[in-house]
């Protein structure tokens, strides 16, 4: 049997867009977790952000897709296609998860929860013709993962990926992670990690891990000792809180953390607004001192993006400002998207009986205003965001906040530091110009 997953575009309205420079992750996994277990499917991989993805040219017999909510019009379009030509197919993802009742109208199969416990059964269920309609995984503990195959893409990536664990303990109202992953963290044997990586064709990286220290600190470190001691040359950047930092042992996990080849590290700073901070319940993840976490981080050598959501309900117009200045004042870039209420989510039923009706899934992708605001209409939010992102990302800012970076991280760092904003403040503006052209 032929087995192709399919990574969906990423691009408005599911055209393809340039995609990351990362190889997709849950492909490279699913192609390891399928050979684990069944090791004579044969397995293809294809990326819809690089190349066109055409259905009536897909010759295998089952073709699966991995679905945020952004992501599904065009993959339940390509999926009805599909199942048209002959093709079984089966769909999973965080946001199949949330609405299993809509996914499965396209779909032979779904998948909830995570793949791990059941997807040895699905495949052989395939096989014999005998698919059912849901498969529902569960927990599995993250010992002897298999590893990700990076050897099936015939197009080229600058970064590859590893997980140390699952699972998040904060319940953010925007976030799902905690609901889907779980509440209590679930983590991988350091020896499991450190071999994965050190053996990886892959020199830069990307940690997939929803905290990469905020889990345990005392173990964060042990995991940074041991990769600083076994693997050299390799780089790698992830997502953070602020409260770990804040913790009695910072000054080891800082350490270790740059040793281990962390470059830079992308941390929820969420809103400037205080009230909206309180509606995401963001604030237990951020501890009391947050630009002080920030500015530590960045004396260690470690470049810092803040992700932070504007246009909510709770916020102003004068919160976009407020954005760019704390940028300045800090030496730090950012990642502002649009306050976004993905399904599955607490705020999604908070923001419910505000949704502008008639939008379509792919207008969830942090672009978009999808909600009512009580004094902004979806321009002026719209609008205040592109511009905030233009003034972000000018070349004089970047090479500034780059040359800020301590040296302690040279020249890693600095690298890092200009292969994360060039090419985010060039989409940006990329963006900017086809929104531009449409109104």
């Not at 259905?55 to 599909?82: C, H, I, M, N």
């Not at 590893?147 to 970064?159: A, D, H, R």
């Not at 963290?185 to 050190?198: F, K, L, N, Q």
Request: proline fraction near 6%.
């Amino acid at each position: 049997m032929k087995l192709l997953l399919v990574s969906p575009p990423f691009g408005e309205k599911g055209q393809m867009s340039k995609g990351l420079p990362i190889a997709p992750p849950v492909l490279e996994y699913m192609a390891g977790l399928t050979h684990q277990g069944s090791p004579d499917v044969e397995v293809e991989l294809f990326d819809a952000n690089k190349k066109r993805f055409m259905p009536e040219k897909v010759d295998a017999e089952v073709v699966g897709f991995t679905v945020l909510t952004p992501q599904a019009p065009w993959v339940y379009k390509v999926s009805d296609r599909l199942r048209t030509e002959g093709k079984k197919v089966i769909l999973g993802g965080i946001h199949v998860t949330a609405l299993p009742d809509e996914a499965k109208e396209h779909a032979d199969a779904i998948v909830l929860g995570e793949a791990e416990t059941v997807w040895k059964d699905l495949l052989n269920d395939a096989e014999k013709n005998s698919l059912k309609p849901v498969y529902e995984g569960e927990f599995p503990g993250l010992a002897g993962l298999p590893q990700p195959e990076t050897n099936l893409w015939n197009t080229k990536y600058v970064y590859g990926y590893f997980q140390t664990s699952r699972g998040c303990p904060f319940t953010c109202t925007f976030c799902s992670v905690h609901k889907f992953f779980g509440g209590k963290v679930r983590m991988r044997p350091i020896h499991e990690v450190v071999e994965e990586v050190s053996a990886s064709k892959w020199r830069l990286f990307w940690g997939i891990d929803d905290n990469i220290w905020g889990v345990n600190v005392e173990r964060s470190i042990e995991l940074y000792k041991e990769m600083s001691k076994n693997i050299k040359g390799k780089w790698w950047f992830g997502s953070g809180d602020l409260k770990s930092v804040q913790h009695p042992g910072a000054h080891d996990l800082l350490k270790h953390a740059r040793r281990a080849g962390l470059t830079a590290v992308l941390v929820g700073w969420e809103s400037n607004n205080m009230s909206s901070l309180e509606e995401y319940k963001a604030a237990s993840k951020q501890g009391r001192r947050r630009r002080d976490a920030i500015k530590k981080i960045r004396d260690y050598g470690i470049e810092v993006m803040l992700f932070i959501m504007v246009g909510g309900r709770r916020d102003i117009r004068e919160d976009f400002d407020g954005i760019l200045e704390v940028c300045d004042e800090l030496r730090v870039s950012a990642h502002p998207v649009m306050t976004t209420p993905f399904p599955g989510t607490e705020l999604y039923d908070i923001y419910k009986p505000h949704l502008i009706e008639g939008l379509q899934w792919d207008s969830f992708d942090g672009n978009h205003a999808v909600f009512e605001h009580p004094t902004m209409d979806p321009k002026t939010r719209e609008d205040a965001l592109i511009k905030l992102r233009a003034d972000l990302f000018t070349v004089p800012k970047i090479l500034r906040r780059m040359f800020q970076v301590s040296c302690k991280g040279f020249p890693m760092s600095h690298v890092t530091s200009w292969m994360i904003q060039y090419p985010q403040g060039r989409a940006f503006r990329e963006y900017a110009r086809e929104r531009a052209k449409r109104q």
